[in-house]
């Protein structure tokens, strides 16, 4: 599968990237090697096979419930980029 | 002290042969020494560990089972306290606030963490080439790779710069860095470890496990870190056995499968007559060999890098520049600060996984990518379904090449990707795994994987241990840092 410069912007969008001009050629060119080495799946007849998410067919499995964490507040936020009064601060978002 | 392995330093610091602070010490000195021509440790805890010695030779009577032995762990787990950089320029700031399970643990069994090893960044890599601190190197030929993710906690054991360490293992991360620095690695079941504090790359494969000089040594550690955990969900709650207590049972009897799909073309005729040597090995000790087939194994790297990268994608949008980590400089508003905090913070590898993952996800190609990889893994699993109802552990190379030359393979994403061919189907079913020191090519070390049932890490700890009493490939030491 051969990707355009125009779907690498819209997978840089949806990840949260920055993809400068200077790179996408060469994210279109990874991108679509990788993509077309996992075409190799299609050599798999998968019909009527059932996905297989995760190793063990489990169930989630359920705990007491009680309190068993502190509040540690102070201590994370000790490590935040930008911290006001207890809470988490970001650029501004509303005008 | 460090051409003992960990059990033999287990006894004798029970002996009183020599103190935990002594040992810490010559360990010390060892990595001040050495470390500079292998980089495998991204932070260096001297003074942290010499303290835990001291406590460690203070303790009487009942003491944990590691007790006063120094080890090692990869960057990857959180340690209360230290920087937990995940080889990222994301998390250098990062100082862990709180310990991963598999640390408090290896802390009550009396364990001392020497420090952090260096990795591939957030353990997407083969070679311990992408780290944001710099390529770790092998010791049996700097000028070469150690393997990877876990390439410095492999790194650092087979220049006896620990007596133990501690990986992450994905789509091979530690058999495949074991195979190529010639010393042991265990990854097991999955959900035998808790994933508590160990940095997510992909949840549904990724598995803690230790590197150890002998099979023997990775069964103490097993034992201490092995066990249910409330803080993992996916952490399984069923009795650990007495793994040291099985090396020493007999292997006569036990039958092996050799997958003919990976003895066909492709694999190197040197490194086969290794594993067929190792075979012979285990012959003598009354094992049977017999071929079996995997028939889907071929499709285990397409469907890997289509599963792993979608769940990086969705693990690593938490990495926003918001609670911790970096944040870009003036960020013009919110999106911006999203943006370039990741673009800036994350490396090239890491970005290329995460925009795969966000594509075989999106509308419209959900089906044709990842529904069609979680098939696929269910073939891929049923295969060794089959192969566990006739055989007790299946055997094969772990590598399909020694160590190669920094920088060989860093250009191309596909051919490093083809380094996991015979690993990566053991995480997609979720399976234990061990590679075992075979012998060496060119005074490079050969590794083979032996693979066995759902929670029967005992198979193959016990082959190993039984093994490597045969063979001394796992003790030889590289002349430069003898």
């Given at each position: 599968?051969?990707?355009?410069?125009?779907?690498?912007?819209?997978?840089?969008?949806?990840?949260?990237?920055?993809?400068?001009?200077?790179?996408?050629?060469?994210?279109?060119?990874?991108?679509?090697?990788?993509?077309?080495?996992?075409?190799?799946m299609?050599?798999a007849?998968v019909?009527n096979i059932e996905p297989m998410a995760h190793p063990q067919d489990m169930?989630?499995?359920?705990?007491?419930?009680?309190?068993?964490?502190?509040?540690?507040?102070?201590?994370?936020?000790?490590?935040?980029?930008?911290?006001?009064?207890?809470?988490?601060?970001?650029?501004?978002?509303?005008? | 002290?460090?051409?003992?392995?960990?059990?033999?330093?287990?006894?004798?610091?029970?002996?009183?042969?020599?103190?935990?602070?002594?040992?810490?010490?010559?360990?010390?000195?060892?990595?001040?020494?050495?470390?500079?021509?292998?980089?495998?440790?991204?932070?260096?805890?001297?003074?942290?560990?010499?303290?835990?010695?001291?406590?460690?030779?203070?303790?009487?009577?009942?003491?944990?089972?590691?007790?006063?032995?120094?080890?090692?762990?990869?960057?990857?787990?959180?340690?209360?306290?230290?920087?937990?950089?995940?080889?990222?320029?994301?998390?250098?700031?990062?100082?862990?606030?709180?310990?991963?399970?598999?640390?408090?643990?290896?802390?009550?069994?009396?364990?001392?963490?020497?420090?952090?090893?260096?990795?591939?960044?957030?353990?997407?890599?083969?070679?311990?080439?992408?780290?944001?601190?710099?390529?770790?190197?092998?010791?049996?030929?700097?000028?070469?790779?150690?393997?990877?993710?876990?390439?410095?906690?492999?790194?650092?054991?087979?220049?006896?710069?620990?007596?133990?360490?501690?990986?992450?293992?994905?789509?091979?991360?530690?058999?495949?860095?074991?195979?190529?620095?010639?010393?042991?690695?265990?990854?097991?079941?999955y959900?035998?470890?808790?994933?508590?504090?160990?940095?997510?790359?992909a949840?549904s494969l990724?598995?803690?496990?230790?590197?150890?000089?002998?099979?023997?040594?990775?069964?103490?550690?097993?034992?201490?870190?092995?066990?249910?955990?409330?803080?993992?969900?996916?952490?399984?709650?069923?009795?650990?056995?007495?793994?040291?207590?099985?090396?020493?049972?007999?292997?006569?009897?036990?039958?092996?499968?050799?997958?003919?799909?990976?003895?066909?073309?492709?694999?190197?005729?040197?490194?086969?007559?290794?594993?067929?040597?190792?075979?012979?090995?285990?012959?003598?000790?009354?094992?049977?060999?017999?071929?079996?087939?995997?028939?889907n194994?071929?499709l285990a790297?397409?469907a890997y890098?289509v599963l792993?990268?979608a769940e990086?994608?969705?693990?690593?949008?938490?990495?926003?520049?918001?609670?911790?980590?970096?944040?870009?400089?003036?960020?013009?508003?919110?999106?911006?600060?999203?943006?370039?905090?990741?673009?800036?913070?994350?490396?090239?590898?890491?970005?290329?996984?995460?925009?795969?993952?966000?594509?075989?996800?999106?509308?419209?190609?959900?089906?044709?990518?990842y529904l069609k990889a979680q098939k696929i893994r269910r073939l891929i699993s049923e295969d060794y379904k089959?192969?566990?109802?006739?055989?007790?552990?299946?055997?094969?190379?772990?590598?399909?090449?020694?160590?190669?030359?920094?920088?060989?393979?860093?250009?191309?994403?596909?051919?490093?990707?083809?380094?996991?061919?015979?690993?990566?189907g053991?995480n997609l079913a979720g399976l234990?795994?061990?590679?075992?020191?075979?012998?060496?090519?060119?005074?490079?070390?050969?590794?083979?994987?032996?693979?066995?049932?759902y929670?029967?890490?005992?198979?193959?700890?016990?082959?190993?241990?039984?093994?490597?009493?045969?063979?001394?490939?796992?003790?030889?030491?590289?002349?430069?840092?003898?």
């Amino acid at each position: 599968m051969a990707l355009s410069t125009e779907d690498i912007r819209n997978i840089a969008k949806l990840a949260k990237l920055q993809i400068n001009a200077d790179e996408l050629e060469q994210y279109k060119q990874d991108l679509s090697r990788i993509l077309e080495f996992v075409e190799q799946m299609n050599q798999a007849d998968v019909d009527n096979i059932e996905p297989m998410a995760h190793p063990q067919d489990m169930m989630q499995s359920l705990r007491v419930d009680e309190v068993i964490e502190s509040d540690q507040r102070e201590k994370f936020q000790h490590i935040a980029p930008a911290t006001q009064d207890g809470l988490y601060l970001v650029p501004k978002v509303i005008e | 002290m460090h051409t003992l392995t960990l059990a033999q330093q287990v006894r004798a610091l029970a002996e009183k042969q020599f103190s935990s602070e002594e040992l810490v010490k010559h360990y010390v000195q060892r990595i001040e020494t050495y470390d500079e021509k292998l980089n495998s440790f991204i932070t260096f805890t001297p003074e942290r560990a010499l303290e835990q010695a001291k406590q460690a030779d203070s303790r009487a009577g009942d003491v944990g089972l590691l007790n006063g032995v120094p080890i090692a762990l990869k960057d990857i787990f959180c340690t209360d306290g230290v920087k937990t950089s995940c080889a990222s320029k994301m998390l250098d700031n990062f100082i862990a606030p709180y310990d991963a399970t598999v640390v408090t643990k290896l802390n009550q069994a009396g364990a001392i963490s020497l420090g952090k090893t260096n990795m591939d960044e957030f353990a997407m890599g083969s070679s311990s080439e992408s780290s944001y601190y710099g390529a770790v190197k092998n010791p049996w030929d700097t000028e070469r790779v150690p393997g990877g993710s876990s390439g410095g906690s492999a790194s650092a054991l087979a220049a006896r710069l620990t007596s133990a360490s501690m990986g992450t293992d994905t789509g091979g991360s530690i058999r495949q860095p074991a195979a190529l620095c010639g010393i042991t690695g265990l990854k097991p079941t999955y959900g035998r470890v808790s994933r508590y504090g160990m940095i997510a790359y992909a949840s549904s494969l990724d598995q803690g496990g230790p590197f150890g000089i002998t099979a023997e040594d990775c069964a103490y550690m097993l034992q201490a870190i092995a066990g249910h955990d409330y803080l993992d969900s996916t952490s399984v709650d069923r009795p650990v056995p007495d793994y040291i207590a099985g090396l020493s049972e007999p292997v006569k009897g036990m039958c092996i499968g050799l997958p003919e799909e990976f003895f066909q073309q492709g694999l190197d005729a040197d490194i086969a007559a290794k594993i067929e040597q190792a075979c012979e090995v285990l012959k003598s000790l009354g094992c049977e060999i017999k071929s079996i087939s995997l028939p889907n194994a071929k499709l285990a790297i397409a469907a890997y890098y289509v599963l792993a990268p979608a769940e990086c994608s969705s693990n690593l949008s938490r990495f926003d520049g918001v609670r911790f980590g970096y944040r870009c400089e003036n960020p013009t508003g919110l999106e911006d600060m999203y943006c370039r905090s990741r673009s800036e913070g994350f490396g090239d590898e890491v970005k290329r996984r995460i925009m795969i993952g966000a594509y075989a996800l999106s509308a419209g190609y959900y089906d044709a990518y990842y529904l069609k990889a979680q098939k696929i893994r269910r073939l891929i699993s049923e295969d060794y379904k089959a192969a566990f109802s006739e055989v007790d552990a299946v055997l094969s190379p772990t590598s399909p090449t020694t160590a190669f030359k920094v920088n060989e393979k860093s250009d191309d994403p596909i051919t490093m990707y083809l380094s996991d061919i015979y690993t990566i189907g053991v995480n997609l079913a979720g399976l234990p795994g061990i590679s075992l020191p075979v012998g060496f090519l060119q005074g490079l070390p050969v590794g083979m994987q032996l693979v066995s049932n759902y929670f029967e890490e005992q198979t193959l700890l016990n082959l190993g241990h039984q093994y490597q009493k045969q063979t001394d490939h796992h003790l030889q030491i590289p002349s430069e840092f003898e």
